[in-house]
Each structure stands twice: as C-alpha cells, then as structure tokens.
C-alpha cells in the first residue's frame, strides 16, 4: 500500500479498547470540522463531521469533540477494532475573507495520527 | 455506487512530458478539487471548482491546470511535469464545499 507519512504521530492501542485522536486546528474562524479516515493504498474516507456551534457529536462507535477555546479537535473511536488502523485526518473549513471576494471556503488538513490496533 | 474515479492509478512520465489525469464523479455534485499528499505534509489543495467552468487555485497550483467543462469530469493537466510533482494525486467531490467529501483511489504520479 502507499505511506502517507514517514514522520506521523502513532496511537497504538489493543483491540478492544478505546482510542482517543488529538487534533489541534489552526483558524479561530474555522466553523466545520471533519475527521477523515485513510487506509493503505486507498483515499481518504468520511468519517464524522461537526459544525462549529456544537461541542460534541456522536456516530456510529465514533465521537467527535470540540473545544472551541483551545482549538482542539478529537476523534474517539470505542471498541477499537483491527479494521481502524489506519492514519486518520482532522480538516478544518473556514470561510475567505470577505474583502478577497473569494469563494473557496478553505478546507486544510492536519498531517494525520497513524492508528495501529494490536489483535 | 457512488463513487470518485481517477485513472490512471499509477504513472510514471519523464520531465517536460504533458500528461492529464483524469477525475470523474457520478453524484451529481457541484464542488470538485484536486489535493496532492506528500510524507510530512499531509494533504494540499491545488485547485478547485464551484461549478462548471468555474475553476480557481488552491494552496499549491504551480505547474499545474484544471478544467471543467462537464458537471461530472474535472481533469488535472501538467504542461510540463518536473520531478518535484512527483506525488500522490486526489480527486475530491462533495454537494458544497461545508460538506463531506468523497475522494478517488489516487494516481501515484512519478516524474524523473
């Protein structure tokens, strides 16, 4: 498969557990945030989204949690399975200035946190 | 199944030869990029489009073009390639740009 990344941070945790992904984003004006999956060989994959007027949404054994004040994004993944190693990417979305007349809300990516679940 | 293609998968081309990869979308969607990976640096936008024949750059678009004259095809062009556009290469689609994307395979470009 391809790497994505030489120098990422790693989680590795044991199949069953919990696992927690910590993002920290960068623009204050960010108000939609969205952690990607990617497996080996394959594009990145959606995994949950959150707006910015929310704290905390859950999906499928899946959390996203927001806090706004210290621009901090996590991801929680309960009952870790061996099917979510993987590298997953937060991304953050905010809006161009308004004087640049610009229409691209701006969608950056983290450089990614390599998960390896041990069986 | 809907779904984001891009052909080819893998390539290798030598400098100064043109080539097109090609990114076809069967949602419907409005909003397409395309985003270059590299180890280190994670995922940069190069270019994107709102709608057809609406195109503009992203962080990255030196050396490169885009074209959309088809809601679903939005094909990436290197005139010239030169060995530090060796990458890998995604298409992106989504309804807006607030909302989930969904990527192709990739296309491992290699320039030498």
């Known amino acids: 498969g391809e790497s994505v990344g030489l120098h990422l941070p790693t989680l590795s945790v044991q199949e069953g557990d919990n696992s927690i992904i910590n993002c920290a984003y960068s623009?204050?004006?960010?108000?939609?945030f969205i952690w990607y999956k990617q497996e080996s060989g394959k594009g990145p994959q959606f995994i949950i989204d959150i707006r910015s007027n929310m704290d905390k949404r859950q999906g499928q054994r899946v959390t996203v949690l927001l806090n706004k004040t210290v621009k901090h994004l996590s991801l929680q993944i309960a009952a870790t399975q061996p099917g979510d190693s993987a590298v997953y990417f937060c991304?953050?979305?905010?809006?161009?200035?308004?004087?640049?007349?610009?229409?691209?809300?701006?969608?950056?990516f983290g450089k990614g946190t390599l998960l390896t679940v041990n069986p | 199944e809907a779904q984001v293609t891009q052909n080819p998968r893998y390539l290798i081309t030598v400098t100064g030869k043109k080539l097109t990869v090609t990114c076809s979308q069967n949602m419907n969607h409005e909003y397409m990029s395309w985003y270059r990976q590299d180890p280190g640096l994670g995922l940069r936008q190069i270019y994107y489009s709102m709608n057809v024949e609406v195109t503009d750059k992203g962080d990255v678009p030196e050396g490169y073009k885009v074209s959309r004259k088809e809601k679903r095809n939005f094909p990436l062009i290197l005139e010239s390639p030169s060995p530090n556009q060796t990458s890998l290469y995604f298409c992106?689609?989504?309804?807006?740009?607030?909302?989930?994307?969904?990527f192709g395979q990739g296309t491992r470009l290699t320039v030498v």
């Open positions: 992106a689609s989504s309804l807006s740009p607030t909302r989930e994307a969904f």
């Open positions: 623009n204050s004006a960010s108000d939609y």
């Open positions: 991304a953050e979305k905010y809006p161009p200035p308004l004087v640049s007349g610009g229409s691209n809300y701006k969608l950056t």
